[in-house]
């Protein structure tokens, strides 16, 4: 039984350590703030999700502590982590700063400039 | 078992100072936000490794209290950048 628990909490502890290691190498190495953001809201999220969910099941299948404020903290982190990258990047584009070269359509581009004519 | 989780606690904080550089070296500003955000999500992974060690319960409401804490922060910093200011004055008085 221990054994399997302790397979189960590797492995969960494993994927979130894979994808927070992707999620410096994304933000180290993207070119502009816009790929950063996405590199750092969805890896960085799905990274802390995995390390979260290793401790609840480490709790719960070796100390046999159930532990809501885990999963509450799962619920919230899941809900508020693509929020901050969405406000981010929105700030990030009002505030003028250029994506990259090889960016190949910018729509966003014409209904600010209409907004503003308005 | 205690070792792997000893060496993915070293591993989050290598990443924790892999992004640190993108603070000293990002040549805008919300490029540093973005990374400090990432740092206060990696901060609740260490509390949460730190907590299996420790064999406590106790840090757990560290851990909501950081997600809650680094939610506000990112949001009043992008309020900040895109308007100018936090909390706006009040118009019909």
């Known amino acids: 039984m221990t054994v399997i628990a302790n397979t189960l909490i590797v492995f969960t502890i494993l994927t979130g350590l894979i994808f927070t290691v992707v999620t410096v190498i994304g933000v180290l190495r993207f070119p502009d703030v816009y790929t950063r953001a996405h590199a750092a809201s969805k890896s960085a999220t799905l990274g802390v999700i995995g390390i979260l969910l290793g401790t609840f099941f480490h709790f719960w299948l070796n100390e046999g502590l159930f532990s809501i404020k885990l999963l509450l903290g799962i619920l919230f982190l899941f809900i508020t982590a693509p929020i901050g990258g969405h406000l981010l990047s929105r700030a990030a584009y009002l505030s003028g700063v250029k994506p990259t070269k090889h960016t190949v359509g910018d729509d966003l581009a014409e209904v600010v400039k209409q907004s503003k004519r308005d | ?93």
């Open chain 2, 1 to 93: 078992m205690m070792t792997f989780i000893w060496v993915s606690l070293l591993i989050v904080i290598l990443s924790m100072l892999g992004v640190l550089y993108r603070i000293f070296r990002g040549p805008s500003t919300p490029d540093r936000l973005i990374a400090l955000d990432v740092i206060g999500v990696m901060f609740i992974s260490a509390t949460a490794l730190v907590s299996i060690l420790f064999h406590t319960a106790f840090f757990f409401e560290v851990i909501l209290l950081l997600a809650v804490l680094s939610f506000i922060g990112t949001v009043s910093f992008s309020k900040f950048i895109e308007k100018g200011e936090i909390i706006e004055r009040d118009r019909n008085r």
